[in-house]
């Protein structure tokens, strides 16, 4: 059982550029967020989902955007990379919408 | 909206008892979770409260008093991998739907 796993673990990129985060989780859990993490900031929600093919915007959604085509899977994408992008990411997963939260192990990207 | 309050910083020697605070302002409080987090990991859940009064877990207690806004986490028997920040985390009811907001974390830094 190995919960709920994000890659890459690591990610460069240059201003412009833009890339996928992968999020899996094998709990059977209908609920899955992609959250940022900024010094100071706290965890700040970008976009969640409630369901297999059923999205939502968070706090901060604006530069992201979301698809969940398989229950276990939670993709967050970047189309064009801004510095201001720059942060940990983390995926987590709950049984509801305000269940405990149960959260991989992050994303450190870094767009310079 | 929410608002929510940690200190940002605390510091504790082993063996000794710390309390963590947490003040939150809310119009549909329907519960509070403790979430711990080591640099460079995920969060981790700790304990919930949704009444008021003391759950105890172990070395780990929280605390919550709904008329007040305030909850405390309180570790007792301090050991060094308690080094780590400490999220605060309010459920509410607004809107139509539930939703969970972090609050920054309190870094607590525990010493010989």
């Known amino acids: 059982n190995a919960g709920v796993t994000q890659t890459p673990k690591f990610r460069v990129l240059k201003t412009g550029q833009s890339m996928t985060l992968l999020c899996a989780q094998d709990?059977?859990?209908?609920?899955m967020y992609w959250y940022r993490q900024d010094p100071g900031m706290g965890l700040r929600l970008i976009h969640y989902?409630?369901?297999?093919?059923?999205?939502a915007k968070g706090e901060v959604p604006d530069g992201y955007n979301v698809s969940r085509l398989k229950k276990q899977n939670f993709l967050l994408g970047l189309e064009s990379a801004a510095p201001s992008q720059t942060s940990v990411y983390f995926c987590?997963?709950?049984?509801?919408?305000?269940?405990?939260?149960?959260f991989g192990p992050g994303t450190r990207l870094t767009v310079l | 909206g929410q608002n929510i309050d940690q200190p940002t910083e605390m510091t504790a020697t082993e063996g000794a008892i710390v309390q963590i605070n947490c003040t939150y302002q809310?119009?549909?409080?329907?519960?509070l979770f403790w979430y711990q987090q080591h640099a460079g990991e995920a969060p981790t859940f700790l304990s919930y409260?949704?009444?008021?009064g003391l759950e105890e877990k172990g070395r780990f207690s929280s605390f919550l008093s709904r008329s007040k806004g305030y909850s405390y986490l309180l570790l007792k028997e301090l050991q060094m991998k308690d080094s780590a920040s400490y999220l605060c985390?309010?459920?509410?009811?607004?809107?139509?739907?539930?939703?969970?907001?972090f609050g920054t974390g309190t870094k607590l830094q525990v010493i010989p």
């Open positions: 709990m059977n859990h209908e609920y």
């Open positions: 985390a309010v459920r509410d009811y607004s809107g139509g739907y539930q939703k969970v907001t």
């Open positions: 809310t119009s549909g409080f329907n519960g």
């Open positions: 409260n949704v009444l008021d």
């Open positions: 987590a997963s709950s049984r509801g919408r305000a269940d405990t939260q149960y």
């Open positions: 989902s409630v369901g297999e093919g059923t999205t």
